[in-house]
């Protein structure tokens, strides 16, 4: 192996955050225990940012990672994104979420199209997306799957 490819993989590997000591037991039971990781990391940002929690089989959060940041109003993110930083990080599954600026977490046409191609993408990988949540101002949030979006 290159002393190049070596390096190549060092830089693409996920860093650790300092926030992830706090989340080192952090089991997700529900689609609200998964919004309040989302809204730890995301809640205030003023752009729409796509967030993936990474699982171990257990549900136990195994890393967090920002996948993509978008506009005030729009965030394009690509499956080949979601699950590069999911197959280095090991995840057994994932849950992704993002919050709307404006705090109405009603989902649009794009979100519903995102979470259809990142189910089928995780089904065909082996990887699992569990639910796809859009943050909305004071707690509120909408589970894509609750909504029967993901299969």
Not at 36 to 47: H, W
Not at 111 to 137: F, N, T
Request: negative net charge; aromatic residues 4%.
């Amino acid at each position: 192996m290159e002393l190049s490819a070596i390096i190549e993989v060092i830089r693409i590997k996920q860093e650790v955050r300092e926030e992830m000591v706090a989340l080192e037991h952090a089991i997700i039971h529900s689609p609200d225990s998964a919004r309040q990781i989302g809204a730890s990391f995301i809640g205030d940002d003023d752009r729409e940012v796509f967030l993936v929690i990474m699982l171990n089989t257990k549900n136990r959060v195994i890393g967090v990672h920002r996948a993509h940041v978008g506009s005030v109003n729009s965030s394009v993110v690509h499956p080949r994104e979601v699950f590069k930083c999911a197959i280095l990080n090991n995840a057994s599954c994932l849950i992704v979420c993002h919050q709307h600026p404006s705090g109405d977490p009603t989902p649009s046409r794009e979100d519903i199209l995102v979470s259809e191609r990142l189910h089928e993408a995780g089904d065909l990988i082996g990887i699992p997306v569990l639910d796809h949540l859009i943050l909305g101002a004071d707690e509120s949030y909408v589970s894509m799957k609750q909504r029967g979006y993901m299969g």
